[in-house]
């Protein structure tokens, strides 16, 4: 255990040395100058980033979870087949034939890069919403329709609370892709810190490349890290042991 | 008061779980569904609260047929404990023991109250448990508390599905005792499903024996083990059924019928035992040799005589050949 402990340790503290290194070697080499002398058009990359993967995540998440309850329900659970072939069929596409596939439909810009990126990120929220409530044991829910809860009670007050860990982590997952995915909205004039990551790699200017892609790693990490936070306020206390085990 | 008439479940044309069930369960009576797995007690329980549906048949609850009731007001109007105690992870112990309460729209005081009093009946302190969470009890207390969230609205009728099934045996016998002593105070019509014989006895005011969705004897626990009916039920409670019996018989009934010893009082390694405790205890006490001599003591601890081996043999023979009928009062 104790010496579990001190390899974890010895390891986190390695890779804070790297990350710390990793930033001095960029400031020493001035690749983050881009976002001071232009940092009018780096908040502009900035927010429409941010724009992109807060649209597209919040319409994912108002459509898959109320969707992964609507699935699990007994009347529809017949249909659950059905759906998770077109749902895992849907995963399989990579992004950027979706990507493609909008542009012939909606044209380019930021529509399309947000509908594709809506797409892709249903999919893991629906799945662990699904998951989250199919994991709920059963006794549980026949012990609630003996007391006499009706359906909408069961689904809020037993169901919904134990599988809020599932389904947040559902959204974690899709958001913190998301936020990766965003940089290719660029390829369809959707904007976003990919313009400065493509122009980067086009033009063998590393500053542009990492003023663009050190923000969208941050970015990830912000959003992962206060979607944990979330979760210790949404998840119910009794839960959690079981949730975390 | 819960009456099933010609009840019968079928989920299939070749899978009929129960088959045509007649049955009175009287006021504040426990009668235990008994029987091998797989013979309908479950679903013939899930009948009352419509948990099931009922193919052909009708079930009356207090004189009124279940069907005609609306399900989530007949459900909230009858306690349902299961074996997997089904506690709410979610959700604390105050908050699952309240549950129907809370759908009944009890006032907080009310509920606070109900609360407290429901904690005492098993003996667990309710301001140290209240805000405590399930997986933060033994399996033992998680039970009880499954059963008293089952007592919280004061319903009239109980469903149990063998609701001490997963606990060890010693905590299970604590279970049982502590139970019974509650619906003696309760007084409630229960209904029980167990498959184990000598849960049945203890528990069981009546016991019905099932096999294959069908009843093979409906009676007290000493008559079913004095004058089972046909070959399966003195199969069924086996061979030692008349040892069994003895558990439902106090040395009070004994003294009764056939007299005690008097007590020698050159044997100076005795032991003793209350006048209340049942035959059981008393052979095993005997047959183990625990002492040279076993005195008997009345409920103002004064000794009232002895007892020997000798003493429950004949008493045994009487009941066998059931010329003996003693009420199972103790
Ligand atoms: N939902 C169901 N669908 C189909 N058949 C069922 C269903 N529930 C129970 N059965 C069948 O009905 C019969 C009785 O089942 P039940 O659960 O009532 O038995 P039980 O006496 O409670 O058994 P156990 O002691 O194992 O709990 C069994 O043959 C079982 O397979
Ligand atoms: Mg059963």
Request: charged share 20%.
């Amino acid at each position: 255990m104790n010496s579990k402990k001190l390899i974890a340790y010895s390891v986190r503290l390695v890779l804070y040395a790297l990350v710390i290194l990793f930033f001095g070697w960029i400031i020493k080499n001035h690749y983050f100058d881009y976002i001071f002398s232009e940092s009018s058009t780096f908040l502009v990359l900035m927010r429409q980033h941010i724009e992109l993967v807060v649209v597209s995540s919040v319409i994912a998440i108002i459509i898959a979870i109320p969707a992964g309850i609507l699935i699990t329900r007994p009347k529809f659970r017949k249909a659950e087949w059905v759906v998770s072939i077109i749902v895992n069929f849907l995963q399989t596409i990579p992004n950027l034939a979706v990507l493609a596939l909008m542009i012939s439909v909606l044209g380019i810009g930021f529509k399309t890069a947000v509908f594709a990126l809506f797409l892709y990120s249903i999919l893991p929220i629906f799945r662990n919403t699904v998951a989250g409530l199919d994991s709920i044991d059963k006794n549980l829910i026949d012990a609630a329709k003996g007391m006499g809860m009706k359906p909408s009670q069961i689904l809020f007050r037993i169901e919904l609370p134990n599988a809020v860990y599932s389904i947040l982590a559902g959204v974690r997952t899709a958001v913190v892709l998301n936020i990766g995915t965003a940089a290719l909205a660029y390829v369809i004039g959707g904007g976003g810190l990919g313009v400065w990551i493509f122009t980067g790699i086009q033009l063998f200017d590393n500053g542009y490349l990492l003023s663009g892609a050190i923000p969208v790693t941050l970015l990830a990490i912000l959003a992962d890290y206060l979607l944990r936070k979330l979760e210790n306020v949404l998840v119910p206390k009794g839960s959690r042991r079981e949730a975390n085990t | 008061m819960i009456a099933f008439n010609h009840v019968t479940k079928s989920f299939s044309e070749d899978n009929i779980a129960v088959k045509d069930v007649n049955l009175t369960v009287e006021k504040g009576h426990i009668v235990v569904l008994l029987g091998p797995s797989g013979c309908g007690k479950t679903t013939l329980l899930r009948m009352v609260n419509r948990l099931e549906s009922i193919s052909n048949g009708e079930i009356m609850i207090n004189n009124k047929n279940s069907m005609e009731l609306d399900a989530i007001e007949l459900r909230r109007n009858i306690g349902y404990v299961i074996q997997s105690n089904g506690l709410f992870p979610n959700m604390t112990i105050e908050d699952n023991v309240m549950i129907v309460p809370d759908l009944l729209g009890w006032s907080k005081q009310k509920k606070r109250e109900r609360f407290t009093y429901l904690m005492k009946l098993i003996g667990l302190d309710a301001q140290d448990y209240r805000k405590r969470y399930p997986h933060e009890l033994s399996g033992g207390q998680q039970q009880r508390i499954g059963v008293i969230r089952a007592l919280a609205a004061d319903p009239p009728v109980m469903l149990m599905d063998e609701p001490f099934g997963a606990l060890d045996p010693i905590i299970r016998e604590k279970i049982q005792d502590e139970f019974l002593q509650i619906q003696r105070e309760v007084k409630k019509t229960i209904l029980f499903v167990s498959h184990d014989i000598d849960e049945a006895i203890k528990m069981a005011d009546k016991i019905v024996l099932m096999r294959d969705g069908e009843i093979m004897q409906y009676d007290t626990p000493s008559e079913m083990l004095a004058h089972p009916k046909n070959e399966y039920v003195s199969k069924f409670f086996g061979k030692d059924r008349a040892l069994k019996s003895l558990s439902l018989h106090t040395v009070k009934n004994l003294q009764d019928i056939i007299g005690l010893a008097p007590i020698d009082a050159t044997i100076r390694d005795t032991k003793t035992i209350h006048v209340h405790q049942d035959l059981r205890t008393t052979l095993s006490m005997l047959m183990n040799q625990e002492a040279d001599q076993v005195v008997v003591t009345n409920d103002q601890d004064e000794n009232i005589g002895s007892i020997t081996i000798d003493h429950v043999q004949k008493y045994l023979h009487f009941e066998i050949k059931g010329e003996l009928s003693v009420s199972q009062e103790g």
